[in-house]
């Protein structure tokens, strides 16, 4: 499948976009009930939720990626009813063609060709599209993995390194973070690109979008970072923010208040109350945050011991890494490593 390919398969209709136009009919006494019975009478069960949607729905990550995935893309229905949703996962909406509404309580948003729209988790929204033109994607990247892109690939300087961790690591600082591609084709191809990876579905596929997800949010920094839009009240000391982060995420393992106090030129009392105004988290909680996102990521790929780990990221001991990566995750680092070997094999794990 090439580029071509790939739009032509996204422009058709698909099942649930000819119910949604025909209840659309249907409302309008278009169609008569009879006949949008007799019509669809043996796939309706598919999308009686979602022609009848429950506003406040709560969606979660694992309804959408699969277990052995860290991406999935997923083309935006048009027509489907609106509803009021929010997600504990980052999304992230790209037009291809033509356009869509993206409503807030407070806000809404009209995203045209090549808008690439990031949304943070546990925003209520609703996406409408209402027309017979658009294409739109939505492309969900597992949280840990996002996160593991910027801390250890991207690592920009930006908002967007700000807006990531900012929500990641317990704030809730701005919604939305725009970017306007416009006619950009290496943006489009690298979208689309993903989609046929993920088309291909064999055992190599995960490794390659994931690849391909760090090359295009690389290329989005890159381009249009300096550009994006998000809510105006949020642009101020974003740039301390991300200088701050990015100062922690180079020196985990020997940070400390005074240390990043010291290279700002900042006393330590205004260093710690922007911290926790601007992200939402003390200083030693968004260490903790940082190193234990880094643990996870040596976990689960590298064979590193857990006393090296430990060693790595500045802890004291080796029981003091697993009294804190338990309290906070869940489960100890080697159940982590278990369970997340388990999961990418397709074995069954049991805790």
């Known amino acids: 499948m090439n580029h071509q390919d790939a739009i032509i398969e996204l422009s058709r209709w698909t099942v649930d976009e000819q119910i949604y136009m025909d209840f659309i009919r249907l409302a309008k006494h278009d169609l008569s009930a009879e006949e949008f019975e007799a019509k669809w009478k043996d796939h309706l069960g598919r999308v009686s939720y979602a022609l009848h949607p429950k506003d406040n729905s709560f969606l979660i990550e694992s309804d959408f990626v699969l277990n052995t995935n860290d991406v999935a893309i997923l083309k935006a229905a ?9 997600h504990d996962f980052y999304e992230i909406v790209y037009v291809l063609n033509g356009r869509c509404d993206i409503n807030f309580d407070d806000e809404q948003l009209h995203l045209k060709r ?13 996406i409408g599209i209402n027309d017979d033109e658009t294409i739109a994607l939505n492309i969900i990247i597992r ?13 920009d300087k930006t908002l967007i390194s700000r807006f990531l961790l900012s929500h990641t690591y317990g704030g809730r600082d701005f919604k939305y973070l725009l970017f306007h591609t416009n006619d950009d084709s290496t943006i489009q191809n690298y979208v689309l690109d993903i989609y046929i990876e ?33 809510p105006v009240m949020h642009r101020m000391n974003s740039e301390n923010a991300a200088v701050i982060m990015n100062y922690i995420i180079d020196h985990y393992a020997d940070c400390t208040l005074e240390s990043i106090s010291d290279y700002l030129h900042f006393s330590t009392q205004y260093t710690s109350r922007f911290i926790k105004s601007a992200i939402g988290l003390s200083f030693s909680g968004l260490l903790t945050e940082i190193r234990l996102q880094k643990a996870k990521n040596l976990l689960v ?3 590193m011991k857990i006393d090296d780990i430990s060693e790595h990221l500045g802890y004291a001991n080796t029981e003091t890494l697993i009294r804190v990566f338990k309290r906070m995750i869940g489960v100890t680092p080697s159940a982590y490593r278990r369970e997340y070997n388990a999961l990418h094999s397709g074995e ?3 805790r």
């Open 78 to 86: 048009r027509y489907s009813p609106l509803f009021w949703h929010q």
């Open 114 to 126: 090549g808008d690439f729209l990031m949304l943070a988790p546990r925003y209520s929204h609703q």
């Open 143 to 155: 949280s840990s993995t996002l996160l593991d892109i910027f801390l250890n690939a991207i690592r």
């Open 198 to 230: 993920l088309k291909e579905s064999d055992e190599y596929s995960n490794r390659i979008a994931t690849s391909l997800i760090t090359i295009l949010f690389t290329q989005v920094v890159r381009r249009y970072s300096e550009t994006a839009d998000m």
């Open 301 to 303: 790929s590298t064979p």
């Open 348 to 350: 069954p794990f049991i």
